[in-house]
């Protein structure tokens, strides 16, 4: 018998941290929990801390107290120890599950550190798409996507030639508002729009998803990951969220992934790739009807994905400033100080106003991204 895989866990507090921890707690034999973070949350660290028995136990804000961690963890805090963790030699695989652009420097950290990287945190992708596939290469590193489409995909092009890649097609559930009258949208509560009809998800990813931010970020997720220019990558909605994703192939052919909407499928897959077990849910059911519909997107209804598409389009800093004024905007949304057809509003107004550039190292690109986020709180202010 091998020796179980070691894993270092990024927010593993969070929504995507719980299906690894199933995942995890499944296949004990074969996996183990070198390390976990989080950012606030330290009661859901100690606990996972106790039932896991981690060694090294992490939390960005420094907690009042300290005592509660078994004797065999070992906590620290702060922004420079999540980089040690990140980094950690011993471990094996860094599964990146922090939300948004605070997940960039750790997944710089965990890949210069020569380990395996399973990445959920699609953001370091959009920020630094080029700096991140660069350091990789030079190191030798295998990135393994975990957001559900983008493992789809990785799933489906094993043993095959990306050359005869012809597109890409990413499914989208369509969120919780896809079937509200579009007059209806800037009217929509924070509340309504966190009814996810298929995934349950954290509040950022789920609004995302609800104005299909989320399927723009993952357009250039995709691009990043798998090569293909914006032409080559499609988004069609599919209600049932069964297809996580569709290549196809020069020669017409179609391949998709299929697995009920529930991460663990695409975590357990990347976390133990190349092998195959058992998995934690049911696999579908064929015994009963399934729906495989599909339908485009209607651009009036998701100006988010557009706006992803031409920021991937204008390259450079562009799609670093999609993201950056669509966290600032669902910030806002989510305390209440825009509506939610403003989240596009402030998006296309940032991009227009910023200035492009390329920015190389990481910390250009932090400097890039904190300069557009001061632009974006700006719209937000005019807005509200
Ligand atoms: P959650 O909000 O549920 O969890 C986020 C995690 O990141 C928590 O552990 C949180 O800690 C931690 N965190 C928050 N802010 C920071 C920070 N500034 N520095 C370090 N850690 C931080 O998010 P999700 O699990 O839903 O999403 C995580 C990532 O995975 C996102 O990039 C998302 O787009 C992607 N993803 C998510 C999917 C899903 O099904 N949820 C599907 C595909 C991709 P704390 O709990 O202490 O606040
Ligand atoms: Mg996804």
Redo the contacts with the bound molecule.
Sequence with gaps: MTDPKKIVL????????D?VLRVIRKHQDSLELLGI?????FA??IEIAKEFKVPHAH??KEPGNIGSFPETTRFSFGNKA?LELASMEESDICVV????A??LQ?TLSAIESGQDIVL????SLVMGGELVMKTAKERDVRIIP???EHNAVFQCIQGECNRQLESIILTASGGALRDTPIEKLPEVTLEETLLHPN???????TI?SATMA?KG?ELIEAHWLFGLPPEKLEVVIHPSSITHAIVRFIDGCCLAQLSPPS?TFALQNAILFPNRLEGVEQSLDFSKPIDLSFYPPSPKRFPCLQLARESLQAGGSAPLAFNASNEIAVEAFRANRIGFMEIPSIIKDTLNMHDSSQAHSLEELLNLDSDIRRLAHERVLAHS
């Design positions: 990024l927010g593993a507090t969070g929504s995507i941290g299906s973070s989080g950012h606030s949350n859901k660290l939390l960005v999540l599950a922090i939300v948004g605070a997940g750790p959920a945190n699609k953001e975990a957001d559900s995934w349950s998800m954290g509040p950022k990813v995302d989320n970020l991460m």
